[in-house]
């Protein structure tokens, strides 16, 4: 199963030179950790609850602060640093906070999108993903299945992103 897809490559602003890629290279530089801090990302909130062994949560949470105070303007930008620090939390084995970002940035992504983007629909396939982990797969197959039909008409039944989630569903019904 495809765990987590790249979803970030379609808000790159090739003009300004910002892109998603900012968030990783705010997180390199900046060090300083304020597990305490809460995340305001217009109207959405993130309240940090823990710090992993290297710290690594801290830096990703630093890196949406910078985010959001030099890009008011483009929530996108904040709500693909949400989803990172769901990746970050879901490879940590740390579901429950993984699903909190994860619903954090398909909630942003559906006001600022649209349900049937191909953004807001990667997400939704990652929650599917989640889900099978959590052993939720009842749950897992209503995400699978809106991403299916979002992805089909959106970008038609023979993109990769209709077929791997075509995968996903197939992978769930066989487990």
Do not use: W
């Not at 808000?11 to 950790?33: F, H, P």
């Not at 890009?71 to 989803?83: F, G, R």
């Not at 994860?102 to 006001?111: D, M, N, T, V």
């Amino acid at each position: 199963m495809s765990h987590k897809d790249e979803e970030t490559s379609a808000t790159q602003d090739d003009d300004s030179g910002t892109n998603a890629e900012t968030v990783d290279k705010t997180a390199t530089r900046v060090m300083i950790l304020n597990p305490s801090a809460t995340i305001s990302t217009q109207g959405l909130e993130v309240v940090p609850r823990s710090l992993d062994g290297a710290g690594n949560l801290g830096v990703y949470q630093t890196a949406l602060q910078d985010k959001e105070q030099a890009q008011e303007s483009n929530p996108l930008s904040t709500l693909d640093a949400i989803i990172r620090l769901g990746n970050l939390h879901s490879d940590q084995g740390k579901l429950m906070e993984a699903e909190e970002m994860y619903s954090l940035a398909l909630r942003g992504r559906e006001k600022a999108l649209g349900a049937e983007h191909p953004l807001t629909l990667n997400t939704v396939n990652n929650l599917g993903n989640l889900y099978v982990d959590q052993g939720r797969l009842k749950q897992a197959e209503v995400m699978y299945e809106r991403a299916l039909r979002g992805y089909e008409k959106a970008l038609g039944p023979e993109h990769m992103s209709t077929l791997d989630t075509i995968n996903n569903l197939g992978n769930l019904y066989t487990s």
